[in-house]
C-alpha cells in the first residue's frame, strides 16, 4: 500500500520561508508524478504545485508562480516545495498528492491517487 508522509511547515511571519517535503513509501518501485494543494476552512483544496514523475516539468498556480519552488528530494519519489515571500493569503493546510499514470503534470485533485496527511503553514502579519 502506498503512503505519503510529509514533513515540515509551521508558522512564519509575512515575508518568510519554509519547506515543506512529501515522500512515497511502498510501492516504490514505480515512479510518481507529484503536487501539492493547500486548503483552508470552508474552501475547496487548491492546487499549488506539481511536478512530472522525472522532475523536468513543473507547474505553479498564479498566486504563488515565482515565489515557491517544487522539487525532487535527494531520495527517490521525494518532493520538496520550497516556499519564500510567505504571505498571509498562503496560509493552510497544505498536502502532497501522488500520481503514478501518465506523463507531465496535474492540476486537479481526482487526478492524484494518494494523499500525504496534510501540514500546517501558518503565516503570520
Known amino acids: 500500500q502506498v503512503q505519503l508522509v510529509q514533513s515540515g511547515g509551521g508558522l512564519v511571519q509575512d515575508g518568510g520561508s519554509l519547506r515543506l517535503s512529501c515522500a512515497v513509501s511502498?510501492?516504490?518501485?514505480?515512479?510518481?508524478?507529484m503536487g501539492w494543494f493547500r486548503q483552508v476552512p470552508g474552501k475547496d483544496r487548491e492546487f499549488v504545485a506539481s511536478m512530472s514523475w522525472t522532475g523536468g516539468s513543473t507547474d505553479y498556480s498564479d498566486s504563488v508562480r515565482g515565489r515557491v519552488t517544487i522539487s525532487k528530494g535527494d531520495a527517490r519519489n521525494t518532493a520538496t516545495l520550497e516556499m519564500n515571500s510567505l504571505e498571509p493569503g498562503d496560509t493552510g493546510v497544505y498536502f502532497c498528492?501522488?500520481?503514478?499514470?501518465?506523463?507531465?503534470?496535474?492540476?486537479?485533485?481526482?487526478?492524484?491517487?494518494?494523499w500525504g496527511q496534510g501540514t500546517q503553514v501558518t503565516v503570520s502579519s
Open positions: 511502498g510501492r516504490t518501485e514505480k515512479t510518481y508524478a
Open positions: 498528492g501522488a500520481r503514478s499514470i501518465g506523463f507531465g503534470t496535474f492540476r486537479r485533485v481526482d487526478e492524484y491517487e494518494v
